[in-house]
């Protein structure tokens, strides 16, 4: 592990990717412009409820993955309670095809693309898989281009609503219930259309599943429900860390997390050959997380004010 960033890593900032009803989102882009090509494309989805946070919770994870090889991509999505399911899915789905689209310019291998997610992200990016070139889920802005999958990997993911409710106590019109327009009562075809465990199919693509074992905010037996359902159709890999709901931001998990994940993702053949030639490939940048200064900037020029604690807290929720 390294002190500061490798000088191989650059990050583009607030580059828009899908415009709607006056909504201009933006996503990040981290790239190591010395890595040998084709890259495969990762695409950090983080967590905040469905209802808060923005881009930058994965930033320490994409500079690592960028050095590593990977272009790298963190993209906003909207939230709730203004923007209901299934917006914040068509969002990441734009990422995806965004991705597809334009990355052939940054030297992307565009057919291996693989989905990562914390918390509510991981629902995000599950059922983006799973759901991959469904009409009703895609965005416009992108025709011809393919939401499809590589592989995903999910962190302490929420993948049955129904399940979640009846484990956790959740107020009307707040996290998951917000997002979903109401209770299961009120919005079933939500809860179902929303819940990955309802959408697994023959078309999954390899999927990593990690939880913490002291999680109190999602409970471990989610990832399990997925696990189970997604068993007989693809390979699964459901593992478990000691740790608490924010165990990919917690310093003392992050190598470990990372190298689960990178493994995971070059054994089912989205990573491909080992990067190690490129500039800085390997070595974990030593960085606690958070955003970055500037449009466009060289990762060792971040000072300290310009991190955040390796404790990230994904906000109310999940």
Do not use: C
């Given at each position: 592990?390294?002190d500061?960033?490798?000088?191989s ?87 995806i ?5 334009e ?17 509510a ?50 107020e ?7 997002y ?81 994940t990178v ?35 060289r ?20």
């Open positions: 592990m390294t500061t960033a490798p000088e890593v650059t990050v583009q900032r607030d580059i828009p990717f899908h415009e709607m009803d006056g909504v201009t989102l933006t996503l990040d882009l981290y790239d190591s412009p010395a890595a040998s090509g084709p890259k495969p494309v990762a695409v950090l989805v983080r967590g905040g409820a469905f209802t808060s946070g923005d881009k930058g919770e994965f930033a320490r994870h994409a500079l690592d993955l960028a050095a590593d090889g990977f272009l790298v991509i963190e993209p906003q999505y909207r939230l709730a309670p203004e923007w209901t399911f299934p917006a914040a899915l068509v969002d990441v789905k734009a990422a095809e965004w991705a597809r689209t990355g052939e310019g940054y030297g992307a291998d565009t057919d291996r693309i693989v989905g990562i997610g914390h918390s992200g991981s629902n995000l990016v599950v059922l983006a898989a799973l759901t991959a070139d469904e009409p009703g889920f895609e965005p416009e802005l992108y025709p011809g281009a393919s939401s499809r999958l590589s592989a995903a990997v999910g962190y302490a993911g929420v993948y049955d609503f129904h399940a979640l409710d009846a484990a956790t106590d959740v009307a019109g707040e996290g998951h219930r917000a979903l327009g109401g209770g299961p009562d009120d919005e079933p075809a939500a809860y179902d259309l929303a819940s990955p465990v309802g959408q697994v199919n023959t078309d999954a693509p390899p999927t990593l599943l990690l939880h913490g074992t002291a999680d109190h905010v999602v409970p471990p037996a989610q990832s399990e429900l997925l696990a189970d359902a997604l068993g007989p159709m693809t390979d699964v890999v459901h593992e478990t860390v000691p740790a608490d709901h924010s165990f990919p931001f917690h310093g003392a998990h992050y190598d470990d997390v990372y190298e689960r493994e995971f993702i070059r054994r089912v053949g989205v990573g491909g050959p080992d990067t190690g030639d490129a500039a800085g490939a390997g070595e974990r940048t030593g960085l606690p997380g958070g955003d970055l200064p500037g449009p466009t900037d990762t060792d020029d971040l000072g300290p004010g310009d991190i955040r604690s390796p404790d990230r807290r994904d906000g109310p929720g999940f």
